[in-house]
């Protein structure tokens, strides 16, 4: 479905409307209102969203797939409420042996929905897992552990390639799986540790979750959630505004006025932006590619689509401005400026020059509209821009994670973090070795090496300026803007997001159902 692009003043109205501003706590955002009494035990709620690209967790983890599976599986760290990380299945952060050798200490008292204890075994096979070449895992974070071994039942330790004081950050996205996993795509595999288990999965439908008997923790008041596979982002909000779902993540300010009941986060978490193929496609030339960022004007477009929620880039990083490593020493150099991109477009030659563009389509808020003004603003300074939307999210997913020579000249994509450092951004986008990267430097990758491995962060900084800085001057992304996530909430539904609860990634162990009649 294709929505409109609308102007500032009603998109500012519809969040107003919606109830959708101010901030809660550290780390919190708006909280729902719902009337009426707190219901009873064993509620069950529907929640629509896209179809996950992947459920293995270890090759891969996507919008969808926190979506059906994010409270199923649990790691040894997490974000807490105010993005810092903390220890989840780990009974604290890991202890530096030498430079490349950590150990970590596991809870105990942890199983598996099965029955199966958590234990050193099965964070051992989880970690080797998932940085084996037969896995071919997307996930960056893992690129420069080397494997894990037993020391005792309780006891990891986790051998790296290089120094690694973000460790724990790097262990956030590895899923806990039992040793004798053999294929976790079947739904009788997917067996993990959180507050819910998997009922049943059907490509192309949806996934059903139930309470998970056997969790250590506190049983939440939604003990079973149906996650329904509708890829259309308009459609979704028509599902929610008819009563059909309760929750809707990632909708527009537009859409949130024709809501009863809308929540924010307090603070932006996805960043958006346009990967350039630095290798090959028409997008070679950094002349050329600085032409591009001068010829989007990125204020515009968020008055234009997004409103008040939304703030246009502020530095040369596919992450908000404020995560650790970023400071404000590298600053946005491409303001708007069509008659200079019209001038670099002429010295790199490209002037009349057909470049592809891939975007998503309804995968990311306003995903069409953001895509074709670009398109529309790199036409105007003598480009020829094809853009293709790409339907359903895993056609799509599939081009995303092409890297190097493969990727696409031109991706439309969207990162998000919750752990408060620029580290994964480095991994994934800037270093040669990133699975979604078409950027090659190798005195980024040096750089990315020497900052991520000091043993002090905060002196480190520096070089973190020196390596945005270069990647800035490269012009490797069309920096875009940074966005909160905005979700529609059924009248009955009372939930507050927090910092880990970004893009698609929502508690339903958190939210409360009120009985509103």
């Given at each position: 479905?294709?929505?409109?692009?609308?102007?500032?003043?009603?998109?500012?109205?519809?969040?107003?409307?919606?109830?959708?501003?101010?901030?809660?706590?550290?780390?919190?955002?708006?909280?729902?209102?719902?009337?009426?009494?707190?219901?009873?035990?064993?509620?069950?709620?529907?929640?629509?969203?896209?179809?996950?690209?992947?459920?293995?967790?270890?090759?891969?983890?996507?919008?969808?797939?926190?979506?059906?599976?994010?409270?199923?599986?649990?790691?040894?760290?997490?974000?807490?409420?105010?993005?810092?990380?903390?220890?989840?299945?780990?009974?604290?952060?890991?202890?530096?042996?030498?430079?490349?050798?950590?150990?970590?200490?596991?809870?105990?008292?942890?199983?598996?929905?099965?029955?199966?204890?958590?234990?050193?075994?099965?964070?051992?096979?989880?970690?080797?897992?998932?940085?084996?070449?037969?896995?071919?895992?997307?996930?960056?974070?893992?690129?420069?552990?080397?494997?894990?071994?037993?020391?005792?039942?309780?006891?990891?330790?986790?051998?790296?390639?290089?120094?690694?004081?973000?460790?724990?950050?790097?262990?956030?996205?590895?899923?806990?799986?039992?040793?004798?996993?053999?294929?976790?795509?079947?739904?009788?595999?997917?067996?993990?540790?959180?507050?819910?288990?998997?009922?049943?999965?059907?490509?192309?439908?949806?996934?059903?979750?139930?309470?998970?008997?056997?969790?250590?923790?506190?049983?939440?008041?939604?003990?079973?959630?149906?996650?329904?596979?509708?890829?259309?982002?308009?459609?979704?909000?028509?599902?929610?505004?008819?009563?059909?779902?309760?929750?809707?993540?990632?909708?527009?300010?537009?859409e949130a006025r024709g809501l009863q009941n809308v929540v924010?986060?307090?603070?932006?978490?996805?960043?958006?932006?346009?990967?350039?193929?630095?290798?090959?496609?028409?997008?070679?030339?950094?002349?050329?590619?600085?032409?591009?960022?001068?010829?989007?004007?990125?204020?515009?477009?968020?008055?234009?689509?997004?409103?008040?929620?939304?703030?246009?880039?502020?530095?040369?990083?596919?992450?908000?401005?404020?995560?650790?490593?970023?400071?404000?020493?590298?600053?946005?150099?491409?303001?708007?400026?069509?008659?200079?991109?019209?001038?670099?477009?002429?010295?790199?030659?490209?002037?009349?020059?057909?470049?592809?563009?891939?975007?998503?389509?309804?995968?990311?808020?306003?995903?069409?509209?953001?895509?074709?003004?670009?398109?529309?603003?790199?036409?105007?300074?003598?480009?020829?821009?094809?853009?293709?939307?790409l339907s359903p999210f895993s056609?799509?997913?599939?081009?995303?994670?092409?890297?190097?020579?493969?990727?696409?000249?031109?991706?439309?994509?969207?990162?998000?973090?919750?752990?408060?450092?620029?580290?994964?951004?480095?991994?994934?986008?800037?270093?040669?070795?990133?699975?979604?990267?078409?950027?090659?430097?190798?005195?980024?990758?040096?750089?990315?090496?020497?900052?991520?491995?000091?043993?002090?962060?905060?002196?480190?900084?520096?070089?973190?300026?020196?390596?945005?800085?270069?990647?800035?001057?490269?012009?490797?992304?069309?920096?875009?803007?940074?966005?909160?996530?905005?979700?529609?909430?059924?009248?009955?539904?009372?939930?507050?997001?927090?910092?880990?609860?970004?893009?698609?990634?929502?508690?339903?162990?958190?939210?409360?159902?009120?009985?509103?009649?």
């Open positions: 479905m294709r929505r409109k692009v609308v102007l500032t003043v009603v998109l500012a109205a519809a969040l107003v409307a919606a109830g959708c501003g101010g901030g809660g706590g550290s780390g919190a955002g708006t909280t729902s209102n719902p009337q009426g009494s707190l219901a009873g035990p064993d509620q069950s709620i529907v929640v629509a969203g896209v179809e996950p690209a992947q459920v293995d967790f270890h090759k891969n983890v996507d919008n969808g797939g926190r979506l059906s599976l994010g409270e199923v599986y649990e790691t040894l760290y997490i974000a807490d409420e105010s993005g810092q990380i903390v220890p989840l299945l780990a009974d604290g952060q890991p202890t530096r042996i030498d430079d490349t050798t950590y150990d970590i200490t596991l809870k105990t008292g942890v199983v598996f929905s099965d029955g199966t204890p958590f234990n050193a075994d099965s964070a051992v096979f989880s970690i080797n897992r998932v940085v084996s070449p037969a896995i071919a895992t997307q996930l960056a974070d893992v690129s420069t552990i080397a494997g894990a071994e037993k020391v005792d039942d309780t006891t990891i330790r986790v051998k790296t390639k290089v120094a690694s004081p973000l460790l724990a950050n790097r262990l956030m996205t590895t899923a806990m799986y039992r040793p004798q996993t053999t294929d976790p795509t079947k739904p009788d595999q997917i067996i993990g540790t959180g507050p819910y288990k998997v009922v049943s999965f059907t490509p192309g439908t949806g996934t059903k979750i139930t309470y998970n008997d056997k969790f250590r923790g506190q049983k939440p008041q939604v003990t079973n959630v149906e996650v329904r596979f509708i890829p259309d982002a308009g459609t979704r909000v028509q599902a929610i505004s008819a009563g059909e779902v309760d929750v809707v993540p990632e909708i527009t300010p537009l924010a986060t307090s603070k932006p978490a996805w960043s958006a932006f346009v990967r350039l193929n630095t290798l090959t496609g028409g997008t070679e030339d950094a002349t050329l590619r600085q032409a591009m960022n001068y010829a989007v004007d990125r204020d515009a477009i968020v008055k234009q689509v997004f409103g008040d929620q939304y703030a246009s880039a502020s530095q040369c990083t596919p992450l908000p401005m404020g995560t650790g490593g970023t400071s404000t020493n590298v600053k946005m150099p491409y303001t708007y400026d069509p008659e200079k991109a019209k001038q670099l477009v002429n010295e790199a030659g490209a002037n009349g020059r057909t470049i592809e563009m891939i975007s998503s389509s309804g995968a990311f808020t306003e995903d069409r509209a953001v895509a074709e003004l670009v398109a529309q603003s790199l036409n105007a300074v003598g480009l020829k821009i094809n853009l293709q939307y056609v799509y997913s599939a081009q995303l994670i092409k890297s190097q020579m493969n990727a696409p000249p031109m991706t439309f994509a969207g990162m998000v973090d919750s752990r408060s450092h620029v580290d994964r951004a480095l991994q994934n986008y800037y270093s040669s070795s990133g699975p979604p990267s078409a950027f090659n430097d190798p005195e980024v990758d040096k750089l990315i090496t020497e900052a991520t491995s000091a043993a002090d962060q905060q002196a480190a900084q520096p070089v973190y300026d020196q390596l945005l800085q270069r990647a800035c001057d490269e012009a490797a992304y069309i920096y875009l803007y940074d966005y909160k996530t905005i979700f529609g909430l059924s009248p009955r539904i009372k939930w507050e997001p927090g910092v880990d609860s970004f893009g698609w990634n929502l508690r339903y162990d958190q939210m409360q159902v009120y009985s509103t009649n």
